[in-house]
Structure formats: structure tokens, C-alpha cells
């Protein structure tokens, strides 16, 4: 046994140096040609990423941004809509007045117009009674006379009778 103990632990030590030799030439194999572009692949995957990343919150940043510029605009907006309809309601206020106004001006225009042209026909429908009177009144004396007037007389009679007559008699209503 002891023979075959040595030829044992001759071969165990010599297979067993082959063996740590092969598993140190297929680890430094599958450093060099695996491991290595593996772990660069991965490190460069993740550059990739993180790149991605710093994009996306730098997007993410600069939208949030203009999502406050848009609604700052929007408000900026919504405050010019409001004043332009509160200036336009003011406006047109304004020209309802002014429209009432000119009515009513052009209103009173025509009243006092209209009452001008009736005090003128009054004063001239009086002066055609009183004239008609004259005239009804110089018959009269002609047929009591029973002669013709002279003008003179005429005119007399005219006078004195229309200061008789006066203004109250020939008023027409209230």
C-alpha cells in the first residue's frame, strides 16, 4: 500500500497542478476575452442610462418650465380678455348714455319746435279771427248806417273794436 500511496500522491499533485494551471489560464481567458467586454458593455450601458436620465429630468425641467411660462401667459391672457370686456362694457355704457342723451335732447328740440309753431299759428289764427271779426263788424255797421265807410272810419272802427274785443274773447280752451 505504501507503494501505491506514493504513485497516488504522485499523480494527485501532478494532476492537480494541471489543473490549477488550466483553471488559471481559463480565468485570465475569461477576464481578458469575457469579463472585461462584459463589464465594459455594462459600465458604457450605464453611462447610457444615466445620460438618458440627465435628459429626461432636464426635459421634465425645462416642460415644468414652460408649463409655468404658458400659464403665467395664460393668466396674462385671461387679464387682458377681462379688462378689453370691462372696457368694452364701459364703452358701451357710455354710448347708451350718450345715445339717451341725444335722444333726449333731440326730444325736447322738437317739443319746444313744435310748441313754437303752434304759438305762431295760434297768434296767426288770432289775428285772422280778429280780422274776421273786423270785417263782420264793418258789415254791420254799413247795413245799421246803411251807407258806405270811409277808410278813415274804417280804420277807427277797426281799432276800437278790436281794444274792445281784447285778448280774453278770442281765447280758444284753458
Known amino acids: 500500500m505504501s507503494l501505491e500511496w506514493g504513485k497516488i ?26 469579463f472585461k467586454p462584459a463589464l465594459e458593455y455594462l459600465d ?8 438618458r436620465m440627465n435628459s429626461a429630468l432636464e426635459s421634465e425641467k425645462r416642460a415644468g418650465e414652460l408649463v409655468a411660462k404658458r400659464e403665467e401667459e395664460l393668466a396674462a391672457a385671461r387679464a387682458r380678455s377681462t379688462k378689453i370686456v370691462d372696457e368694452a362694457r ?3 355704457a357710455e354710448m347708451v348714455g350718450e345715445a339717451k342723451e341725444k335722444a333726449k335732447s333731440e326730444a325736447d328740440r322738437i317739443v319746444r ?3 313754437i309753431r303752434m304759438e305762431q299759428e295760434r297768434d296767426r289764427m ?7 271779426y ?9 247795413r245799421v248806417l246803411d251807407r ?7 280804420r277807427r272802427l277797426l281799432d276800437q273794436l278790436l281794444s274792445e274785443i281784447g285778448d280774453d274773447a278770442l281765447r280758444v280752451g284753458p
Open 9 to 34: 500522491v504522485k499523480s494527485i499533485n501532478w494532476t492537480l497542478v494541471f489543473n490549477l494551471i488550466n483553471f488559471a489560464i481559463l480565468l485570465y481567458l475569461l477576464k481578458r476575452l469575457l
Open 44 to 51: 458604457r450601458r450605464r453611462e447610457l442610462i444615466a445620460g
Open 90 to 92: 364701459i364703452r358701451s
Open 113 to 115: 319746435e313744435a310748441r
Open 126 to 132: 288770432i289775428d285772422e279771427l280778429k280780422e274776421a
Open 134 to 142: 273786423a270785417d263782420i263788424a264793418i258789415l254791420a255797421a254799413e
Open 148 to 154: 258806405e265807410i270811409k277808410i278813415e272810419d274804417h
